[in-house]
């Protein structure tokens, strides 16, 4: 009985292992450090400038405070071509054809959409990027990747800074803030 017992306790441990190495292998952690912070901080950035185009009504987006400033579609869509724009420092090409969303792309939906495609690619140009310290030139500066993730995230917060103005301007609080 004994001998059984010792050969049960033996093959019990093997045969776990056995289960588990045929088991496929957890998934990748999430990334640490600066691109941890950096998707945490696009993931906020995006979701509000995201439900704040989605709560605007439709006949808001042609809005503008002035005759020469833009209106809340070119905003949204100064805001897309950025994300295109500045993918290309991380060696990213923008989508073909890159046309001059501002002034072609003013419905609530489709800016809405267009909006959407540009974070996609954004984040895909984000999760590529390896080296962080791999040295670019950006607007006749010298920077290094982080350094272009970093002016994405300024550029984001400016505008949604602004999105947030031109809503209240028209009696719309931000959803997050009801």
């Given at each position: 009985m004994k001998a059984r017992i010792a050969l049960l306790a033996t093959l019990v441990p093997i045969?776990?292992?056995?289960?588990?190495?045929?088991r496929p292998a957890p998934p990748v952690p999430p990334r640490t450090g600066f691109h941890a912070e950096f998707f945490a901080n696009l993931d906020e950035v995006q979701d509000k400038i995201m439900e704040l185009a989605e709560g605007t009504p439709a006949d808001k987006f042609a809005w503008r405070?002035?005759?020469?400033?833009?209106s809340i579609a070119e905003v949204?869509?100064?805001?897309?071509?950025?994300?295109?724009?500045?993918?290309?420092?991380?060696?990213?090409?923008?989508?073909k054809p890159h046309r001059d969303l501002e002034k072609t792309v003013t419905k609530k939906a489709d800016v809405?959409?267009?909006?959407?495609r540009s974070?996609?690619?954004l984040r895909a140009?984000?999760?590529?990027?390896?080296d962080l310290e791999k040295k670019v030139k950006l607007f006749d500066d010298t920077t290094t990747h982080r350094g272009v993730l970093v002016t994405v995230l300024s550029h984001l917060h400016e505008h949604l800074g602004q999105s947030i103005a031109y809503a209240r301007m028209n009696g719309i609080a931000p959803p997050w803030s009801r």
């Amino acid at each position: 009985m004994k001998a059984r017992i010792a050969l049960l306790a033996t093959l019990v441990p093997i045969f776990a292992f056995a289960q588990n190495a045929s088991r496929p292998a957890p998934p990748v952690p999430p990334r640490t450090g600066f691109h941890a912070e950096f998707f945490a901080n696009l993931d906020e950035v995006q979701d509000k400038i995201m439900e704040l185009a989605e709560g605007t009504p439709a006949d808001k987006f042609a809005w503008r405070p002035a005759n020469d400033v833009r209106s809340i579609a070119e905003v949204y869509m100064h805001v897309a071509g950025g994300n295109y724009f500045l993918s290309t420092y991380l060696g990213v090409p923008a989508p073909k054809p890159h046309r001059d969303l501002e002034k072609t792309v003013t419905k609530k939906a489709d800016v809405i959409a267009e909006l959407q495609r540009s974070f996609n690619h954004l984040r895909a140009a984000a999760a590529k990027t390896k080296d962080l310290e791999k040295k670019v030139k950006l607007f006749d500066d010298t920077t290094t990747h982080r350094g272009v993730l970093v002016t994405v995230l300024s550029h984001l917060h400016e505008h949604l800074g602004q999105s947030i103005a031109y809503a209240r301007m028209n009696g719309i609080a931000p959803p997050w803030s009801r």
